[in-house]
DNA sequence: GATGAATGAGTTTTCATTCAT
DNA sequence: TATGAATGAAAACTCATTCAT
């Protein structure tokens, strides 16, 4: 978050707003001017392009996003109570703000692969974080020691990242949060009977 | 597949080939025509728009892709065995064709909205295969039965998908098949110890 | 009137009910084609382009048009009766025929020059009827001799012209053949009082 | 006119220049702007589409053109002087501006269905114009008062618009101005001998 | 810092016409 | 004669970015 530059934060807001409300493709960099108030030349003092605007966007959002998360896993012991935090902390945080759960599952992604490759570094401190639970958890003789680890961070977070999609790809319409000890008891045990 | 329609396969193909190579938005009519070896105007007689040939392109390749895996996995007994035929067959197919593991991973997904709904319903007839496998494997009393069936999916289908994207992303560096068993075991069994 | 080309004509007679109801710009030599039943490329067996279509129309509708014209006014004895016959016979057989009188008052006009250049020679017959009966009225000493014989002929053909556009624009709302009495009192006493 | 738009008008002006020198058809935007000296896409912040650019020229170049005579003819007394004067003052602009002649008489005639209604009703003053003074001569007892008024003037615009698109299609080469007088005599007289 | 008028590159789609059969 | 699949040229419009004020 820059201090003190009021106007970069209110058109990272107008953005997400305007993106949610108008979709990726019609988003023009005059709209998110005027949705911020500012005006269109306004906007080329504080990003360089209108790329780095997206990239700013996921960047903010997405950084107070992770740190909640990794904040709270922190405060718990074990690595499966953690991994459940996490999971209880990704989809409450994409369940209570709407339009920012539009804008990172659907239209983020029509971003050309320039972007995606930048949306994926930002995205990296949360893997870490998962990393480090997996880690934890197999420290702990809690998780498997005999699985590539990558694949568990993979199933975790392909898991997650799916359940959200096809939450807000049906309109939100289900409880979201309500699924989080669902989903852990699923990655934790698997699919199979014991 | 369109039979004799030469015309018609020789755009879809040239079309894959081309937006692999140019990505989504470097894919103008014109190259793809010039791919397929056909005047512009051609294409138009096959397909209503540029979009379409996009929704063909995925119609076409993902038909035979998912005949190919429900095809395999009808010939296993267990579910269990028809889970890692689907696995083998999913990473199988995409390791083994370069250009299409590109287009369905990282280019179409660029598409916007409209395009993104079709597409699922282009995925619809896959993601019924998983969840028929699901019930039969509770039906042989191998799967959980208390679990949201639903979500069993979507675990199935986000792990595989963020396993193939995170290949095509390093590039396809490493094997992506010889994976299999280990996704299958961690789908299965969790990655919890017991 | 092209003898034994029964293709021909049907060609031409498409022609008027396609532009009649899809307008100039609507009119695709494929869609003349279809309504024709004839294949497209059959349409150049018959006319060298388009334009060739359009100016065949023209030249068969009007020539019957004219013909019609010429035959009724030469069975009048003075040119002030030749005169009414005319105008009847111009609004009566465009309010007979309501394609025609939309494709030469409203869309034929929406061509290049060059078409209505053409135009102009089809419709040079018709003006020389005009004429004929300009001239014969001045020697039956009917008709004023001290005026440009081109201006009589411009204010009678303007007047026509105008007057059944106008009707046709009014969506042939009133009834265009019982104004031809005022339209020729107008013409030949003019609008002053005497 | 919009005043203070000095573009507005540029591309005005360059419009009407263009049409008369490419045709209707010839006439693409890029070659407004250049003529204009201004980009392609600055059009487009002054007018909404090309079909708006032609509507305007139109609306411009009338609106003076009505207003020049609507002012002419309200200094004159009897309505047959203020016959004479529009006559003259119609005659008069259009012999005096070749440019706009050609694009009046020829070129936007050639518009779609849509913009020819729109240039009807940008029209309907100087039907207005026509129609006050053929009330007045009613009025004054110099104009039949036994006439079809709507019917009078399509004769009045009827011939003046024939006359002048026959000297346009001639390519100008007699007095057009000249005439006038014989226009006035004939349209009040009529081409009858009395 | 802030403005917003001006720029101009870039692409899909239509449709008259041809020609191998 | 008749067909109809194939051709390919041609143009309006959008919008990210600049820069004089």
Redesign the interface.
């Known amino acids: 978050m820059k201090k003190n530059k009021p106007k970069y934060n209110l058109i990272i807001d107008a953005a997400v707003d305007v993106i949610a409300e108008n979709?990726?493709?019609g988003s023009q960099v005059s709209k998110i001017a005027k949705k911020a108030g500012v005006a269109d030349g306004t906007i080329y003092l504080y990003f360089k392009n209108k790329e780095d605007i997206l990239v700013s966007v996921f960047e903010e959002k997405m950084g107070q996003f992770i740190e909640q998360i990794a904040s709270a896993t922190s405060q718990r012991e074990t690595a499966?109570d953690k991994l459940l935090t996490l999971i209880q902390m990704h989809f409450r945080q994409l369940a209570a703000n709407h339009h920012l759960a539009i804008v990172t599952q659907?239209e983020l992604?029509?971003?050309?692969?320039t972007l995606?490759?930048q949306i994926?570094s930002i995205l990296k401190p949360y893997l870490d974080v998962i990393d480090g639970i997996?880690k934890e958890?197999i420290e702990q003789?809690?998780?498997?020691?005999d699985?590539?680890k990558?694949?568990?961070r993979?199933?975790?977070?392909?898991?997650?990242?799916?359940?959200v999609t096809?939450w807000v790809?049906n309109e939100e319409k289900y409880d979201l949060v309500g699924?989080a000890p669902?989903?852990h008891?699923?990655?934790?045990?698997?699919?199979?009977?014991?």
């Open positions: 979709g990726y493709h499966s659907l992604r029509q971003s050309n692969l995606r490759h994926n997996i958890g003789k809690i998780f498997r020691n699985m590539n990558q694949l568990m993979q199933m975790i977070f392909g898991t997650l990242d799916e359940t096809n790809m699924l669902a989903v008891d699923l990655l934790t045990k698997g699919i199979m009977v014991r």
